[in-house]
């Protein structure tokens, strides 16, 4: 558990550099421990499954309300996505539910794409729209400015620490917020074109991974020293 006092903070610290060292897994928060103790049970149990969360954060099943709206309001918007029907059954069930609702010419499968082909790909679209939940780092936003595309994505932490003031936020769990977002970029030009030159300058701020790398390692050594 992650302690709250300073006397259990210092303890904390001396159990996770234990555990490391020892190779022991270890968790911090009840909601890891509960996680772990279902995996337990799944793996001792006759039915071992594991969920991965690569499979659910991306938020794509948000496009199918966002497609109707779209639809209904006959609006020109058209939405690609790259996605394979074997990555995962969730992959399956959202292109078996954008064939079933009739909502093909609102959403665009190409499949999967490779490195190679990106950079053409970004060329045949005005924006990118991601409906993100969760992410580390993703280098889609970077892609993005790179190319000097609009960006549309989560209201969320990460999201702003990459793009800053280059792009348009919206509720990602929320499709009339999504739609309020792409209405509010493509009906506004220049804001647009000054987003889309925000995200040029935000290139310039971003770090290297080398630079990264070196704070977090300052941080560490820092922290090791004010606690020994």
Known sequence: ???KDELGRKDDLY???AAVEHGIP??????AARATVEGIRSYLGEKEEVLSLQEYHKNLEVFLPLARR?????????????IDAMQHNKAEELLNSIRKEGLEDVIVNVGLVSM???????SQCDALLM??????FSGTYVEAMFHRKTILTSNLDFAKDVCGQAAFYFDPLDPDSILSSINHAFEDNNERMRRIE?????????LSWEQVFE???ALIENTITKEV
């Open 116 to 122: 190679d082909a990106v950079p053409s790909l970004y």
């Open 198 to 206: 925000e995200g040029e300058k935000q290139l310039g701020r971003l």
């Open 131 to 136: 409906p993100t939940l969760l992410e580390s």
């Open 215 to 217: 704070k977090y390692q």
């Open 1 to 3: 558990m992650a302690p």
């Open 70 to 82: 779209i639809k209904e309001m006959s609006l020109s918007y058209c939405i690609v996505i790259t």
């Open 26 to 31: 270890y968790v911090t928060t009840m909601s």
């Open 15 to 17: 159990l996770r550099r």
